[in-house]
């Protein structure tokens, strides 16, 4: 998942990409997390960067985004560190939200279905469905399927291993 935050950033440069930043700060991002996991700033196997830009060379709010690298589905939130004087993120309390668990959270991320097969069945029920899809997780709470708005009685999970 790719997650992009608008803020006080402060800088457009990430490690040691460059000296000074388009603003004239000798700042840079050190790491991001999401998810309380890192989030990567670089395209994988490359040094460019998804997006790390200030809004104006004078300006120290801008827009960053991150790949997530962990699998969890739910609520997460997003901090970064910079070097300098300027250390770890620190986020407005607005951005916060609680969650239908009880929990604070800048942003929710889901599951996403890829397939369900067969493609019909009795409207009485009793058919055997393959749902097939990313980032099933059961970390809170058991998977909770619905067909046609009605819960499952009957279901098992199976993990895949992804390569």
Not at 24 to 33: Q, V
Not at 67 to 76: K, L, N, W
Not at 84 to 90: D, N, T
Request: glycine share 12%; with cysteine; hydrophobic share 35%.
């Amino acid at each position: 998942t790719l997650v992009t935050m608008r803020g006080m950033i402060f800088t457009d440069v990430y490690g040691s990409n460059t000296d000074k930043s388009s603003n004239g700060l000798n700042t840079r991002f050190l790491r991001a997390y999401a998810g309380g996991m890192p989030c990567e700033l670089l395209k994988p196997n490359s040094d460019e960067l998804y997006r790390l830009e200030l809004d104006r060379d004078t300006s120290w709010w801008g827009h960053m985004s991150c790949r997530m690298t962990g699998g969890y589905v739910g609520h997460h939130n997003i901090s970064y560190i910079l070097d300098g004087q300027f250390g770890r993120s620190l986020p407005y309390k607005s951005q916060y939200t609680i969650s239908a668990l009880n929990r604070l959270a800048m942003f929710q991320t889901y599951a996403e279905v890829t397939g369900v097969s067969p493609s019909e069945g009795s409207v009485l029920g009793g058919t055997l469905l393959t749902i097939q899809g990313r980032f099933f997780d059961q970390t809170d709470r058991p998977a909770l399927v619905l067909v046609g708005g009605n819960r499952s009685t009957s279901y098992s999970w199976e993990p895949v291993a992804t390569a």
